[in-house]
């Protein structure tokens, strides 16, 4: 209960910052440090967590978002959010782009599953693809997508930023496999994501 109580008063606390707040790379007041995440909301999970553990989904194809499925850790409480920003220029209000943050119960053991799987697949050593060479210099025939999403894993503590991204990793893994990182990768996103279906709650 306590965990839910301080999960929806920061919810609370960053909506009512909603007017306020630049988000997605704008960096104000103590985001000037090199160590934290360049989104204000993530940022500030990051400066009152002990551990933020992420899945992002970045689409630009048909309008800039994010969507994030965040998992927390503060002393030996965890606590789950959903976060969606909508990053269109044109949708800003008062200067601020506009989100929501809702808190998701998630049972202890589940978030501790998804650490262990962060650790076990060398997340910290995964370069992602920097957006290229998906199916290396010589990519099958139709093995090709423009209009998809980018996924990124964020592994953050109050010190250190660790962000591996790829683009549509499974469509590209089933077309063109092989890619050991991109498997270590896929297996952590989804595993979030079930974890999230399973307990958690869409927007």
């Not at 119960?105 to 599953?113: D, V």
Request: charged share 20%; aromatic share 10%; with cysteine.
């Amino acid at each position: 209960m306590k965990n839910i109580l301080y999960a929806l008063s920061f919810a609370i606390s960053l909506v009512s910052c909603a007017n306020t707040q630049k988000l997605a790379g704008d960096k104000t007041g103590s985001m000037e440090n090199e160590n934290l995440y360049t989104d204000s909301v993530i940022a500030s999970l990051q400066q009152n967590n002990d551990l933020v553990l992420a899945n992002v989904v970045e689409a630009n194809a048909w309008g800039q978002s994010a969507t994030y499925q965040i998992i927390t850790k503060k002393g030996e409480e965890w606590t789950g959010y959903f976060y969606y920003v909508n990053l269109m220029e044109s949708a800003k209000i008062n200067g601020s782009h506009p989100y929501n943050i809702n808190p998701v119960l998630l049972p202890k053991e589940a978030c501790e599953a998804v650490l262990k799987s962060f650790e076990k697949n060398n997340i910290a050593a995964i370069k992602g693809d920097g957006g290229k060479d998906f199916c290396g210099s010589n990519p099958p025939k139709n093995c090709n997508i423009n209009d998809g999403t980018t996924s990124r894993l964020l592994w953050l503590t109050k010190t250190n930023i660790i962000n591996p991204s790829f683009y549509e990793p499974v469509f590209y893994e089933s077309c063109c496999p092989g890619n050991s990182d991109r498997k270590k990768f896929i297996e952590v996103m989804q595993l979030i994501q079930n974890t999230f279906e399973k307990y958690g709650h869409g927007r």
